[in-house]
């Protein structure tokens, strides 16, 4: 599976983005998936997950209310819908991929990763 997060962009604060992580080379609706996000000289930071059918989500405190994660099967497709921005959103954002298995907060669990999308929150 290749994924390719796209949908980055600039926003003034309290704005919304959506970003679309758009899977090739094989279904995703086995996969659980991840969106993680990293600044420069920080740690990749879980931002949330969504299980391999949409049946559950969890997310991180930071986002939880603001961000919302789906998915569409059929189109090969995750996206994170983030609303109310706030300038600590700004990141590099990137989704993640792992075979069903539950919920995984860590992005070493996660065996595949698609290049990353930048978000820019401006104040």
């Not at 930071?45 to 099967?73: L, P, Q």
């Not at 994170?80 to 700004?90: A, G």
């Not at 069903?100 to 698609?114: E, I, N, R, T």
Request: hydrophobic fraction near 35%; include cysteine.
């Amino acid at each position: 599976v290749q994924l390719q997060a796209f949908g980055g962009g600039l926003v003034q604060a309290g704005g919304s983005l959506r970003l679309s992580c758009a899977a090739s080379g094989r279904a995703i609706s086995n996969y659980d998936m991840g969106w993680f996000r990293q600044t420069p000289g920080k740690e990749r930071e879980f931002v949330g997950f969504i299980d391999w059918n949409g049946s559950s989500t969890y997310y991180a405190d930071a986002v939880k209310g603001r961000f919302t994660i789906s998915r569409d099967n059929a189109k090969n497709t995750v996206y994170l819908q983030m609303n109310s921005l706030k300038p600590e959103d700004t990141a590099v954002y990137y989704c993640a991929a792992n075979p069903a298995s539950g919920v995984l907060l860590k992005g070493a669990d996660y065996p595949l990763w698609g290049q990353g999308t930048q978000v820019t929150v401006s104040s």
